[in-house]
């Protein structure tokens, strides 16, 4: 889950490829090469920093209309995503799911491990 060096990296393709799938964003994927910005780039960025992410229309989490956000810099986009909270984009340490899951298979072994205690014990008895 780190950002890559790329202009937009697989880490952020997926998380707004989730918000798309769930109605939050109007996503279009642009792929350039910087010496060529095609004209929707040019039309909100000169196309010399990278990434480059421009919401058309859409509401955060809270219902907040963000249509028209323009993000130009790794920090722009990283703002942007902390307005939608939803697990599924965060990291595996940030992850309260994945947070819940360790906890119940500790918890399941801790219980495994009592009861085979427990048997040792009533099998010496």
């Known amino acids: ?3 890559g060096g790329c202009p937009i990296c697989h880490r952020y393709f997926i998380v707004f490829y989730i918000l798309r ?3 939050l964003i ?8 910087p ?3 095609p ?15 421009k919401v ?8 907040h209309d963000i249509s028209g956000i323009e993000c130009d810099t790794v920090d722009e986009i990283e703002a942007l995503l902390d307005r939608f909270d939803s697990d599924e984009m965060r990291s595996r340490k940030e992850s309260r799911a994945e947070a819940l899951a360790e906890q119940t298979f500790e ?19």
């Open 1 to 3: 889950m780190k950002t």
């Open 107 to 125: 918890d399941l072994y801790m219980v495994n491990r009592l009861l085979f205690l427990l048997s040792l014990y009533s099998l010496s008895l």
């Open 56 to 63: 058309r229309r859409g509401v955060d989490s809270r219902g």
């Open 26 to 33: 109007d996503l279009v994927v642009t792929t350039f090469l």
């Open 35 to 37: 010496e060529s910005p």
């Open 39 to 53: 004209k929707e780039v040019l039309e909100f960025s000169n196309g010399k920093h990278f990434p480059l992410v």
């Open 21 to 23: 799938e769930r109605g």
